[in-house]
T-cell receptor
Framework: GENVEQHPSTLSVQEGDSAVIKCTYS??????FPWYKQELGKGPQLIID?????GEKKDQRIAVTLNKTAKHFSLHITETQPEDSAVYFC?????????????FGKGTKLSVKP | NAGVTQTPKFRVLKTGQSMTLLCAQD?????MYWYRQDPGMGLRLIHY???????AKGEVPDGYNVSRLKKQNFLLGLESAAPSQTSVYFC??????????????FGPGTRLTVT
C-alpha cells in the first residue's frame, strides 16, 4: 500500500499547551483512520479513530479531523499533561482493502514538559 | 480478558538459529497480524491471517513463516535468524472491518536480538 506521511517526527510542548500531529496520504480509497499511542516498552493502543463519512471526532482532550479533499487528517491534544508523553502513530485503511490491513505513519514522539 | 498476549517478551538468538514467537488472543477475533517495529520505520506488516488455517503475506514477509492452526493463536517463525531481523515484534488482532469496526488490538511486543 502507499505510505502515510506523518509530521512532525518529534514534538515538544509545555504542559497545558496543545499538540497537533498531521498525516497525509495519497490513496483516495482510504476510509478509516485510527490513531495509536505507544508508551515506552508497550504495544500501540488505539486512542481515537475516524471514518471517511465524518469530518471531526472528539473524545475529551483528544480530537481528530479529516479533510478527504486534501487527503490529510490530524490529531489534536488539548491541555497536554506529562502522561501524554509517548509516540503517536497515525494509520489508514483502504476501503475494501486486504482484510483490514493498516498502513502506518512513522510516528511522532511527543514530549510534554511539566 | 487478557486481550492479546505474546511470548516470549525478550529473546537473543545467534545468526542461523530458529525460533517461534507465539501470539494468543481471547477476544474471539477472526483476524490476526504480525508486525515488526524498527527505529524510524514505524510498524510494518509481516504476515496476517483472516481465519483459522489461512495466512497471507504482508509488506515484509521474507525470512518469516506463520501458522494459524487455532483461531486464538498465531505463530511467527524464523527458520534461520539474521541480524537484519533484530527488531521488536508486535502481534495484533481484530474483528472483520465491515462488522464490528475492525479496530486492531496489539500485544505488548517481543524484543528480539540476533547476534
Amino acid at each position: 500500500g502507499e505510505n502515510v506521511e506523518q509530521h512532525p517526527s518529534t514534538l515538544s510542548v509545555q504542559e497545558g499547551d496543545s499538540a497537533v500531529i498531521k498525516c497525509t496520504y495519497s490513496d483516495s480509497a482510504s476510509n478509516y483512520f485510527p490513531w495509536y499511542k505507544q508508551e515506552l516498552g508497550k504495544g500501540p493502543q488505539l486512542i481515537i479513530d475516524i471514518r471517511s463519512n465524518v469530518g471531526e471526532k472528539k473524545d475529551q482532550r483528544i480530537a481528530v479531523t479529516l479533510n478527504k479533499t486534501a487527503k490529510h487528517f490530524s490529531l489534536h491534544i488539548t491541555e497536554t499533561q506529562p502522561e501524554d508523553s509517548a509516540v503517536y502513530f497515525c494509520a489508514r485503511r483502504e476501503y475494501g482493502g486486504s482484510q483490514g490491513n493498516l498502513i502506518f505513519g512513522k510516528g511522532t514522539k511527543l514530549s510534554v514538559k511539566p | 480478558n487478557a486481550g492479546v498476549t505474546q511470548t516470549p517478551k525478550f529473546r537473543v538468538l545467534k545468526t542461523g538459529q530458529s525460533m517461534t514467537l507465539l501470539c494468543a488472543q481471547d477476544m474471539n477475533h477472526e483476524y490476526m497480524y504480525w508486525y515488526r517495529q524498527d527505529p524510524g520505520m514505524g510498524l510494518r506488516l509481516i504476515h496476517y491471517s483472516v481465519g483459522e488455517g489461512t495466512t497471507a503475506k504482508g509488506e515484509v514477509p521474507d525470512g518469516y513463516n506463520v501458522s494459524r492452526l487455532k483461531k486464538q493463536n498465531f505463530l511467527l517463525g524464523l527458520e534461520s535468524a539474521a541480524p537484519s531481523q533484530t527488531s521488536v515484534y508486535f502481534c495484533a488482532s481484530s474483528s472483520p472491518m465491515l462488522t464490528r469496526g475492525g479496530e486492531q488490538y496489539f500485544g505488548p511486543g517481543t524484543r528480539l536480538t540476533v547476534t
